[in-house]
């Protein structure tokens, strides 16, 4: 992986988009000069992102790591239209993100199935909200989602009678429903043990090449974001900003669970860390 400080990357990543009046990159997600500055009470107020721009590419696989109240989940809802930012605005292929958006699914930390609905029920809310398409092709794609994450037989299960695994499938499953670009996930897999979080990993890994989806995934574990990242950014706290972006270098295009024992693996997994030890925290 390759380091390039955040103020360096402002210049390498779409010149263009920096300018106030040039117009925001035609594909993938500009974020532009955001900033999020939380009001507590009259006088009070926590700057949680010092003005930030990036551009996350069309397909790729961009993370978010650094420690708590660095802002990642803050930026995550900017990006999905659920948070207002302070300054500036996210663009998605150039259209201006303005509120909650249907080209992103968001995964979160816990998986929001609601209890009292099956499986599949869960999975079609989105579709009976939206109304995006007719709900016979909802039950189709439902179907083959449920099939593409291992969890088909299942489907009309309550969702507590499912492991933690399986939950976050589902979600995954229920946040690609309609389709989007785009997934946005909130630290999905940190309830789960190593195993089960590798596992999934991996299957995120196929979904993303084989769907071409871009993801944007916050974490805050180093392995797992270089395992699954083109790039990844780091965050530093008090202020919450972008302090860092790294690159991946000499890792295949494809990756499989084999990668992980492997010498570039954990040398990539060190360089992560030193970006990460260049913070002083
Ligand atoms: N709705 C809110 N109102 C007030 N302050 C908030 C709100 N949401 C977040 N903050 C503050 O903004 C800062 C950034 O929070 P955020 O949750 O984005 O950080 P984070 O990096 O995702 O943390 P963690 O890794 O612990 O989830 C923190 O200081 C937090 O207390």
Redesign the pocket.
């Known amino acids: 992986m390759q380091l390039v400080r955040a103020a360096e990357s402002k210049r390498r990543e779409v010149p263009t988009a920096r300018s106030e009046d040039a117009a925001p990159s035609a594909t993938g997600i500009d974020v532009r000069d955001v900033s999020k500055i ?1 009001a ?1 009470g009259a006088s009070e107020q ?1 700057v ?1 992102l010092k003005p930030l721009s990036l551009t996350i590419r069309k397909g790729e696989f961009f993370s978010f790591i ?1 420690p ?7 930026l995550l809802r900017i990006i999905a239209g659920l948070t207002t930012p302070t300054t500036g605005g996210v663009f998605i292929n150039g259209t201006q993100v303005t509120g909650p958006d249907s080209r992103i699914g968001m995964v979160f930390q816990k998986s929001t199935l609601l209890p009292w609905r099956t499986v599949l029920q869960n999975l079609l809310l989105p579709v009976e909200v939206t109304k995006s398409c007719s709900m016979q092709e909802a039950r189709s794609r439902a179907d083959r989602l449920l099939e593409m994450m291992g969890i088909a037989a299942f489907k009309n299960r309550s969702p507590d009678e499912l492991s933690g695994g399986m939950q976050q499938r589902a979600a995954i499953a229920r946040a690609l429903i309609t389709d989007p670009e785009i997934l946005a996930m909130d630290e999905p897999f940190s309830a789960l043990d190593e195993f089960t979080r590798e596992r999934l990993n991996d299957e995120l890994m196929g979904l993303q090449k084989s769907a071409q989806k871009t993801i944007i995934f ?1 974490t ?1 574990n180093i392995s797992e974001a270089v395992f699954l990242s083109d790039r990844i950014g780091v ?1 530093a706290p008090r202020p ?1 900003r972008l302090d860092s972006i790294i690159e991946a270098q000499g890792f295949p295009a494809v990756r499989d669970a084999s990668l992980r024992k492997k010498q570039e693996f954990f040398r990539e997994v060190a360089r992560a860390r030193d970006a990460f030890d260049r913070l002083h925290l």
């Open positions: 939380f507590l926590t949680a650094g708590s109240g660095c802002g990642k989940t803050t916050v805050h965050m919450g």
